[in-house]
Structures are given as structure tokens and as C-alpha cells.
Nanobody, 125 residues
Framework: QVQLVESGGGLVQAGGSLRLSCVAS????????LGWFRQAPGKEREAVGS????????VYADSVKGRLTISRDVAKNTMYLQMDSLKPEDTAVYYC??????????????????WGQGTQVTISS
């Protein structure tokens, strides 16, 4: 069982930065992947990127490469999403998710069994 709580969302002007946090409560995350997803109004949920907890290795969606960075603090069981050069099209509810490692693409929602409640990010132009 993994519980996830996101924070850090807000209203930012285009070009600005935000850092989202996802605190994970679990006995261990050693066998897990964690991911960031987002859903804009009227659009389907899409993957932002993923992090393999034990190694820290990351994978990103092409649409965010170079602007968004995923990292973790193992001691705090916390994953971060640093978002720079934000654009109005980044406006969405951002979710973190966790699941056991598998052969399924980490940029698909399928590997993830646990989801946070989401945090709203709004970018003004």
C-alpha cells in the first residue's frame, strides 16, 4: 500500500517556475516506480515523466524534455517535479502515481496502482 500526497501547485506567470512535491507513505519504495501525470481541462491525462525509486533514473515525455525535471529525496520519501520556463499549455492538475516495476511502459498509466489527489497548476500568459 502506498499513499501519495502532492503539494506545491499554484498560479504562475508564463516563463516562471514551480516545484511540486509528492510525499509517499510506504513500507518501502525499493520495488516501485513513481510518475508524474497531468490532466488539462477537456483533455486526457498524459504522462509527464517517471522515476525508478531505487536507482533514481528518469524518463520524460517528449513534450516536457528540457523544461521539467524529476528528482527524489530518499530520506524524505519525496519525489519532486521542478518545472521551469512554464507555458500556459502546462496548465493542468498534476498527479503523482506509484506502482511496482514491470515491463509496461512507465509513460503509460497502466503500471501505476496508487494515485495522489492532484494539485492544480495554472500558468497565466
Amino acid at each position: 500500500q502506498v499513499q501519495l500526497v502532492e503539494s506545491g501547485g499554484g498560479l504562475v506567470q508564463a516563463g516562471g517556475s514551480l516545484r511540486l512535491s509528492c510525499v509517499a507513505s510506504a513500507r518501502t519504495l525499493r520495488f516501485h516506480i513513481l510518475g508524474w501525470f497531468r490532466q488539462a481541462p477537456g483533455k486526457e491525462r498524459e504522462a509527464v515523466g517517471s522515476l525508478m525509486w531505487d536507482t533514481g533514473s528518469t524518463v520524460y515525455a517528449d513534450s516536457v524534455k528540457g523544461r521539467l525535471t524529476i528528482s527524489r529525496d530518499v530520506a524524505k520519501n519525496t519525489m519532486y517535479l521542478q518545472m521551469d520556463s512554464l507555458k500556459p499549455e502546462d496548465t493542468a492538475v498534476y498527479y503523482c502515481a506509484a506502482g511496482l516495476k514491470s515491463t509496461i511502459s512507465v509513460l503509460s498509466a497502466r503500471p501505476y496502482s496508487y494515485w495522489g489527489q492532484g494539485t492544480q497548476v495554472t500558468i497565466s500568459s
